[in-house]
């Protein structure tokens, strides 16, 4: 059984074969990729509880005496996985390293991965989750740690210039860190950082519906809005011949059909050959090979053709497969650690929300209005019954009065969004606001998707993002060369 996600997705760039940077002999494991342990406090704010161990990673290979240490944040994921891809040049941050005679550190998040407090990830373990204390450790380990380098007891934030990057929810990271804390970083690249806690975040769909091919989308559009209307329609036959048409005749609950249908998370990936694209291709190119116009081919091929493809990628499916509502099952009762998705949606169910659903009446959608913020209640309750007796409304006027959200102006931080990224409308490239770029809070926005300039490689493939790959490069390069040490944080 598989629970529809609403974590920010786990990034699959593609990336060269090759390491462009430092190679091993033989089996030898690269340096970078050696796990280093740091003891993190517990509760920076209860001492007494003692520490665990925090695991990280370092790439010291370009690095210089007073060159800059940058902090990577793992965010929503085993950290691990993110080698060598963010602590080589592979990537800007390698590459920012590279130009600035840099250090990279690669943090994993706590209760992400194996650096975690407890054995488990229990209701009463995961209470010392959250996004304040996320922001603590990270401050905690830049004034405290000694890094396994030339001079890595040197380099606290007073001796060296910090510099903390993040990409999507980590992105977000930097920019809140640098609010509230200012003066411990001394710079920050937030790429796809989504800055502002929304609980029902509808716009999700808003770069898709609107940047996606045009025939695709009307058609998938008034095939969602005939779907809504059979189910409200209470007619049990003509639902039934629904669910049939979509291979799904045994999904007891409208939201987990009409959730279900989403799967592929309606995300375009860069690749003409990309799960979206095949499934547009199969809504608009007919037997003939001919497309359908702008305006599609209308309804009923569209509601017809979706239903097939959808079955032929998955087969005949039932609540096995697509059920939310049974809470024994072990999408709700798993609590091993390395769970990216039970630690990930113990901050979305507490803090950020970010519940992705269909968009209010009146308003085009691509995605049923049975996905709603009651669907992803339900889901936190099953998870954490003890925590939400009562459907939850994750705290998000507090995370965005605390740390800033769309009103922060931190200063040396560097935000870069995408036209095509779904998180946009939680960035502060949102056109819910008119958030200013100015020289120490620059914005930069480039056609792409996901964080995708972070990978050096896409920069090649698209001038528009390999300009602002250089960008980036240019303020790193002159904020770092104004840093001067103090002796106070």
């Known amino acids: 059984m598989t629970m529809r996600s609403v974590a920010p997705p786990i990034d699959s760039d593609a990336v060269p074969a090759y390491l462009p940077n430092s190679q091993s002999e033989g089996d030898e494991v690269p340096p970078y990729a050696v796990v280093q342990y740091f003891d993190q406090p517990i509760d920076h704010n209860d001492l007494s509880l003692g520490t665990f161990e925090q695991r990280y990673w370092l790439n010291d290979e370009f690095y210089k005496p007073g060159g800059p240490i940058l902090l990577v944040n793992g965010g929503e994921g085993n950290a691990e996985q993110l080698i060598p891809r963010y602590v080589t040049n592979i990537s800007m941050i390698g590459t920012i390293a590279q130009q600035e005679s840099g250090a990279v550190v690669l943090f994993e998040h706590r209760f992400f991965g194996l650096s975690n407090p407890y054995p488990d990830l229990s209701e009463e373990s995961l ?60 710079a920050g690249y937030s790429s796809s950082g ?79 050959n990309s799960p979206f694209f095949q499934f547009c291709d199969a809504l608009e190119v007919d037997a003939n090979n001919q497309s359908a116009p702008a ?143 100015t020289p120490l809070t620059p914005v930069l926005v480039g056609d792409g998707f996901h964080h995708a300039e972070v990978i050096m490689v896409n920069g090649e493939l698209d001038p528009i993002l390999g300009a602002i790959q250089q960008k980036v490069l240019g303020y790193m390069h002159s904020w770092l060369a104004d840093w001067r040490p103090s002796t106070t944080y």
């Open 127 to 186: 209470k010392y989750l959250s996004v304040q204390k996320n922001i603590d450790d990270m401050i905690y380990f830049a004034q405290n740690v000694e890094l396994p380098m030339v001079r890595g007891d040197s380099v606290t934030p007073d001796e060296a210039p910090w510099v903390l990057i993040g990409a999507s929810y980590a992105g977000a990271v930097v920019g809140w860190t640098m609010h509230q804390n200012p003066g411990i970083f001394y």
């Open 295 to 437: 305006e599609g081919w209308g309804v009923d091929h569209a509601l017809s053709a979706y239903g097939q493809y959808f079955i032929e990628e998955f087969g005949v499916t039932g609540d096995e497969t697509w059920g939310t509502h049974d809470g024994t099952s072990d999408q709700y009762t798993n609590i091993t650690v390395d769970n990216f998705e039970r630690s990930w949606l113990w901050i979305v169910c507490n803090e950020v929300g970010w519940y992705q659903t269909g968009a209010p009446e009146g308003h085009p959608t691509l995605v049923s209005r049975y996905v709603d913020v009651a669907s992803n209640q339900l889901i936190c309750q099953l998870l954490f019954p003890n925590t939400f007796p009562e459907p939850p409304l994750p705290r998000v006027d507090e995370i965005n009065s605390v740390f800033g959200g769309w009103d922060a102006h931190p200063e040396h931080v560097v935000f870069v969004n995408a036209i095509n990224d779904p998180w946009l409308e939680s960035t502060v490239s949102s056109h819910s606001i008119d958030y200013q770029s």
């Open 194 to 272: 989504v800055v502002e806690a929304i609980t029902e975040f509808w716009r999700y769909f808003e770069p898709i519906r609107i940047n996606m091919p045009a025939n695709c989308s009307s058609d998938l559009q008034a095939a969602v809005a005939r779907i809504d209307e059979i189910l409200d329609s209470g007619d049990d036959v003509a639902i039934q011949q629904l669910k049939e048409g979509f291979g799904m005749g045994n999904v007891t609950y409208p939201n987990d059909f009409a959730s279900a249908r989403y799967w592929q998370s309606l995300n375009p990936s860069v690749g003409p």
